[in-house]
């Protein structure tokens, strides 16, 4: 299985950026996907996932900023994120679930600049 997230970089604060991350291996629609991130010294933490059936979540710190969308026909979750602030900098990992399995892909870096 692999998930390979991309998109990451640096931005300044207030600025956008679109992730990426392609899944393969894997019954892609089967699967919750999810974006979580974690900054230095910090645990990782979930920012938004998205259900089979397209349903959302969201942290409260990236809601109405972030946008996860997911792509079944191309096997590739999404998340945009606008109005980026210095606190969203972190490595941001996709991950897919399903009951009593998951995966990890490799993290991609977003900086925000002040």
């Known amino acids: 299985v692999q998930l390979q997230a991309s998109g990451g970089g640096l931005v300044q604060a207030g600025g956008s950026l679109r992730l990426s991350c392609a899944a393969s291996?894997?019954?892609?629609?089967?699967?919750?996907m999810g974006w979580y991130r974690q900054a230095p010294g910090m645990q990782r933490e979930v920012v938004a996932t998205?259900?089979?059936?397209?349903?959302?979540n969201y942290a409260d710190s990236v809601k109405g900023r972030f946008t996860i969308s997911r792509d079944n026909a191309e096997n590739t979750v999404y998340l945009q994120m606008s109005s980026l602030k210095p606190e969203d900098t972190a490595v941001y990992y996709c991950?897919?679930?399903?009951?009593?399995?998951?995966?990890w892909g490799h993290g991609t870096q977003v900086t925000v600049s002040s």
């Open positions: 991950k897919a679930d399903r009951v009593g399995l998951s995966f």
């Open positions: 291996e894997i019954i892609f629609t089967r699967y919750t």
């Open positions: 998205i259900t089979t059936g397209g349903r959302t």
